[in-house]
Nanobody
Framework: QVQLVESGGGLVQAGDSLRLSCAAS????????MGWFRQAPGKEREFVAA?????????SYGDSVKGRFTISRDNAQNTVNLEMNSLKPEDTAVYYC???????????????????WGQGTQVTVSS
């Protein structure tokens, strides 16, 4: 059983930076591929970023955030982070952390691939 808790959301202005964190329970964090998704009101859930298990040597980003966001993991702290830079009003959404157990060093970019989800944290970017 895996539990995920997001933190770091808030209200910022366009151009600002924000760091989100996701804390995971359990003793198998290194075996979890992790991802970030977001959902704005009236819109479908959107892929943001993903990172492979253990070393996190493989990462992937959605087109709308590529070059601005960076995903990373700290296995000693059982956390995955999302560094968001140059934020835009269109980044406003609830951000969700997701996890999936895997024995392979691969990533997942579709929400239906993930088994565990956090409750989400609100990010609001004003113009």
């Amino acid at each position: 059983q895996v539990q995920l808790v997001e933190s770091g959301g808030g209200l910022v202005q366009a151009g600002d930076s924000l760091r989100l964190s996701c804390a995971a329970s359990g003793l198998t964090f290194s075996s979890l591929a992790m991802g970030w998704f977001r959902q704005a009101p009236g819109k479908e859930r959107e892929f943001v970023a993903a990172i492979s298990r253990w070393s996190g040597s493989t990462t992937s980003y959605g087109d709308s955030v590529k070059g601005r966001f960076t995903i990373s993991r700290d296995n000693a702290q059982n956390t995955v982070n999302l560094e968001m830079n140059s934020l835009k009003p269109e980044d406003t959404a609830v951000y969700y952390c997701a996890a999936k157990f895997t024995t392979l060093g691969i990533i997942f970019t579709t929400s239906r691939d993930y088994v565990y989800w956090g409750q989400g944290t609100q990010v609001t970017v004003s113009s």
